[in-house]
């Protein structure tokens, strides 16, 4: 990632188009909404909603950070986006049914004049659903003008300054990088002949970065996190980010998980399970998507509890994670954890979590934020990946080498030391002294006076 030089202010309005507008995509847009109407308060999201501290001892001070750093207002964004299903948002809200009918119905006129883009799709990649809402070009180089210039209509149409893309569509089935994924040149070569190793997300990603448009991967899909995907995302100075939005209980993990590494105790087991009705759900039914969306989740707690830096404590941790099928619970996922610790001399105990948690609550604000962070990242002129987003993500994205951050705690930090750079304060490394080195120095200088 290249380093700002000045910050572009944020003027004018910033389109937000998202590859999938179902349940998560259709919180977010109607969440704004409500936001700007006064109907509702934009909690878990942090530009709204959280406090940034800058300063020092009697300096120190806390301000919201949509205050601190120049975001795009709420009242300037639009919403756009693509689906294999051809319902407006008010119409796909009402099918999701995560919000109640009564704040839809407010905001009825505005979500209804939302229209899906056709979409670019592949039932190899997803085939626990069938739409008909598709373009009709079947070459893959041919779809990518066609997103293209999707992309630019929408622009044009919605009078936008900026555009960012958040992926907000299903997970596709799990496949690892092959030769076609190497390079640039590679990819393009493969666009041209219908390479089947190319997914739609790597098109509709290939044709934001293209058009300099900051690309972020909602789920755990093999996309940007590609050598031909990030080159292109150098080349073309634009900053990405992924994968995998961190909501429910991976969440929860990266919570307590640092606690138990900041008090030294030993994991031994590790047992996750889920129950989710959502049409997410349905396309983790099939186990070939699954083992994307597990693979993603898995290697979280091995980035906190490092059993090779402390064998004796985490070096044989059973992690397993489920995540089953079940249309009575619709997009209220319920999560149990069962995890085996132990601590001094042995002695074992356990934690029982019990999350009746909301999935596309916890994941839209997570949509607003990853989109206005990405459009500010580009308006500082911060390419390529953007590590300092890790925050929001299952599986960070990092530069080839690097290993992800996954602790919540460790990742707040890294993004807010990110803002106050790019806001000119000092990062915080404090040790909580500065008070008492504030009034040593005070009463130095009052001796030597
Ligand atoms: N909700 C969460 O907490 C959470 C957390 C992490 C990741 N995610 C991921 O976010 C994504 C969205 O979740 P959701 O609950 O909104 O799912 P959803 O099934 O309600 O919505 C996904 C939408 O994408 C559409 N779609 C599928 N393939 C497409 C394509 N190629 N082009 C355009 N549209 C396409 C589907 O028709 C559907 O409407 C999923 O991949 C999910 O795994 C969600």
């Not at 448009?213 to 995907?229: K, R, T």
């Amino acid at each position: 990632m290249n380093i700002p030089s000045s910050l572009v202010p944020a003027t004018g309005r910033l389109g937000v188009l998202m590859p999938g507008l179902g349940a998560v995509a259709t919180t977010f847009v109607a969440g704004v909404l409500a936001a700007r109407k006064g109907l509702a308060y934009p909690a878990g999201s942090l530009t709204q909603a959280a406090h940034i501290q800058t300063g020092k001892g009697a300096t120190e001070r806390s301000s919201l950070i949509r205050d601190f750093v120049p975001l795009t207002k709420l009242d300037d964004l639009v919403f756009g986006g693509w689906d294999i299903y051809p319902d407006n948002l008010y119409e796909a809200a009402r099918q999701a049914n995560v919000l109640e009918r009564p704040l839809l119905d407010q905001l009825q006129e505005e979500l209804a004049a939302i229209r899906p883009m056709k979409a670019v799709f592949d039932r190899h990649y997803v085939r626990n659903l069938s739409g008909e809402w598709v373009k009709e070009t079947t070459n893959k180089w041919e779809q990518v003008q066609d997103l293209m210039a999707d992309i630019e209509q929408f622009s044009l149409i919605n009078h936008c300054q900026r555009l960012v893309m958040v992926w907000c569509a299903s997970t596709e089935r799990y496949h690892e990088p092959g030769p076609v994924h190497m390079s640039l040149a590679a990819f393009e070569k493969g666009l041209h002949e219908n390479d089947p190793a190319i997914a739609p997300s790597m098109l509709y990603a290939y044709a934001a970065l293209k058009m300099r448009v900051p690309f972020a991967m909602g789920a755990p899909n093999l996309c940007v996190d590609i050598p031909a995907l990030e080159e292109l995302a150098r080349l073309t100075n634009t900053p990405i980010g992924g994968k995998d939005f961190k909501t429910g209980q991976t969440l929860m993990k990266t919570i307590i998980a640092p606690g138990l590494r900041a008090r030294a105790l030993g994991v031994n087991g590790w047992f996750s399970t889920n129950i989710l009705g959502n049409r997410d759900g349905l396309v983790l039914d099939a186990p070939e998507n699954f083992q994307t969306k597990e693979v993603s989740k898995g290697r979280v707690l091995e980035g906190i509890l490092d059993g090779e830096l402390s064998p004796e404590l985490w070096g044989d941790i059973h992690h397993k994670v489920r995540i089953e099928y079940y249309p009575p619970h619709g997009d209220n996922k319920e999560g149990w954890d069962n995890i085996d610790i132990f601590g001094w001399l042995g002695y074992k105990m356990q934690i029982k979590v019990n999350f009746l948690c909301r999935d596309s609550i916890l994941a839209a604000p997570v949509v607003l934020d990853l989109a206005l962070f990405l459009d500010l990242a580009q308006r500082a002129g911060m390419s390529g990946i953007q590590e300092w987003l890790g925050f929001y993500w299952k599986s960070p994205q990092t530069e080839p080498g690097a290993s992800p951050v996954h602790d919540l705690f460790q990742q707040l930090n890294k993004l807010e030391n990110m803002l106050r750079y790019l806001m000119g304060e000092e990062r915080m490394t404090t040790f909580g002294l500065d008070q008492y080195e504030e009034e040593t120095a005070e009463v130095e200088s009052e001796t030597h006076s």
